[in-house]
């Protein structure tokens, strides 16, 4: 199965992130998980998942393990502080089928396109653009400022693929939990990954 690096944000959005975990989590693939201080503030206030109280890696991995339901016939997870600069994913040396940022804020977006490398999370995607991996992120924003689409487009530039946070309604989504579903199918399909999300378009 795969190996993925998956970026939380403080960008609005936590409950994709928590559908794609669990979606990579279901067919078996190893997610490697970073989230950034701001990040755990809004899974706080989005999914009342408090991350605040737990104070060591090892804490708050076990404590991800429990809430994504990890168990022998899933995939595994691992999580990594923001600051651990020196963690194995910040070497071009370590083996990853691609890093998916999700939601990813302005902040990053800008960050990534500057090559800042700050935290751990801005250095894995510097990594997985140095290596040519896949790289997705997710922005969620609006309006945009010329800024926002600038580093955008560097973005884009260097062949990251660019997955707005716009859910679809041609499918006729009558959940939440339908609309955040088809989103999320929608990466899936830009990693060529296996999901259940989406019921194909057949025309009309």
């Given at each position: 199965m795969g190996k993925y690096i998956v970026g939380i944000t403080g960008a609005?959005?936590?409950?994709?992130a928590d559908r794609f975990i669990r979606q990579l989590l279901k067919y078996k693939h190893q997610v490697i998980l970073i989230i950034t201080e701001a990040g755990k503030k809004v899974l706080k206030q989005e999914l009342?998942?408090?991350?605040?109280?737990?104070?060591?890696e090892e804490e708050i991995e076990s404590y991800l393990k429990g809430y994504f339901s990890v168990a022998d016939h899933t995939?595994?997870?691992?999580?990594?502080d923001i600051g651990r600069i020196g963690a194995p994913i910040s070497s071009g040396s370590f083996p990853v089928d691609g890093m998916i940022v999700l939601p990813c804020?302005?902040?990053?977006?800008?960050?990534?396109?500057?090559?800042?490398?700050d935290n751990l999370l801005e250095r894995a995607a510097d990594v997985a653009l140095k290596e040519r991996k896949r790289l997705i992120v997710v922005p969620r924003e609006a309006p945009l400022n010329v800024i926002h689409l600038q580093n955008l487009l560097l973005l884009a530039q260097c062949n990251v693929r660019i997955i707005p946070?716009?859910?679809s309604f041609y499918h006729l989504?009558?959940?939440?939990?339908?609309?955040v579903g088809f989103f999320v199918g929608r990466i899936m399909d830009q990693l060529g990954i296996e999901h259940d999300f989406i019921k194909r378009w057949e025309g009309i």
């Open positions: 609005s959005g936590s409950i994709y009342n998942l408090d991350l605040a109280v737990l104070r060591t995939g595994d997870l691992t999580y990594y804020s302005m902040a990053t977006v800008s960050a990534i396109a500057r090559g800042a490398s946070a716009s859910p989504p009558e959940t939440i939990e339908e609309l």
